[in-house]
């Protein structure tokens, strides 16, 4: 088993950033590969970076590409999503979520744990 918890979560005017934390326990985490998705209500979980469990390869959504980034410490057991240039479309609850695979999907059926998410709230 993998508990992930996020954190980071909260309200930011439309430009302003936040930076979201996943911690994680349980297992090696550097044998995962981890990923952020997003959903609002009544739409479907949504693919936003993904990183290879080393951190050496990334996949970012093209809705977030120049304004995201993700990365994570290994030896802290920690993934980060850096957000800036928030935009009020990038309001949602933001999970954190791990495969025991080296590469991250953006297909969110092929993760193995997730955690409870944290509310992101952008306002225009």
């Known amino acids: 088993q993998v508990q992930l918890v996020e954190s980071g979560g909260g309200l930011v005017q439309a430009g302003g950033s936040l930076r979201l934390s996943c911690a994680a326990s349980g297992r090696t985490f550097s044998d995962y590969a981890m990923g952020w998705f997003r959903q609002v209500p009544g739409k479907e979980r949504e693919f936003v970076l993904g990183?290879?469990?080393?951190?050496?390869?990334?996949v970012y959504a093209d809705s977030v590409k120049g304004r995201f980034t993700i990365s994570r410490d290994n030896a802290k057991n920690t993934v980060h999503l850096q957000m800036n240039s928030l935009k009020p479309e990038d309001t949602a609850i933001y999970y954190c979520?791990?495969?025991?695979?080296?590469?991250?999907?953006?297909?969110?059926?092929?993760?193995?744990?997730w955690g409870r998410g944290t509310q992101v709230t952008v306002s225009s």
């Open positions: 990183i290879s469990r080393s951190g050496g390869s990334t």
């Open positions: 979520a791990a495969r025991r695979a080296t590469f991250s999907s953006t297909m969110f059926r092929t993760y193995d744990y």
